[in-house]
């Protein structure tokens, strides 16, 4: 085989096992997004309450940087749970300028529902998948975070 044919093997294997990625992200938010909207929330609220039910009292920035929505489109979904009883903002005892973020009990409650919610999506996605399998997997998807991280740090 030549190196151009070698090459372009290597692209066109790149660009499937891209597609397979895209295509399967998207049907994991589609799923999630329907059953999560069965229960009235829609999935970025659920990232907020499923961190803020991991780890009770963080701040706002550290909220924005566990979630996988703009940090600009926290605020106001922080104001929404707010207003539906779900979520406190109380002051940070150490910075008077920033709030600590709490789960009030109904958003402890739908919390707990959306974390089954996505453990079932989870569990799906694994089915047939061995632990092994599974182990690449993640290590194959942290490296290409890892790679891709480092391009977008070193200006796109």
């Avoid at 938010?29 to 059953?35: D, F, G, W």
């Avoid at 499923?50 to 922080?78: D, M, W, Y």
């Avoid at 008077?96 to 996505?118: D, H, M, N, S």
Wanted: proline letters at 3%; aromatic letters at 4%; glycine letters at 8%.
């Amino acid at each position: 085989m030549t190196r151009a044919r070698s090459s372009r093997a290597a692209t066109d294997a790149a660009t499937r096992s891209w597609i397979s990625v895209v295509r399967s992200y998207h049907l994991c938010s589609e799923l999630m997004a329907r059953r999560l909207g069965a229960l009235g929330v829609r999935t970025a609220e659920h990232e907020i309450l499923v961190n803020l039910r991991r780890e009770p009292g963080l701040g706002q920035q550290a909220l924005a940087a566990r979630c996988f929505t703009a940090k600009s489109h926290i605020s106001g979904l922080l104001t929404e749970l707010e207003q539906r009883g779900w979520v406190r903002r109380e002051p940070d005892p150490a910075d008077a300028r920033a709030k600590r973020l709490f789960l009030q009990p109904a958003g402890e409650l739908i919390a707990e529902q959306t974390a089954v919610v996505q453990a079932e999506v989870v569990a799906l996605m694994a089915t047939g998948a061995s632990a092994a399998e599974l182990e690449q997997v993640r290590l194959a998807m942290d490296g290409v975070s890892e790679r891709l991280r480092a391009a977008l740090d070193a200006g796109g």
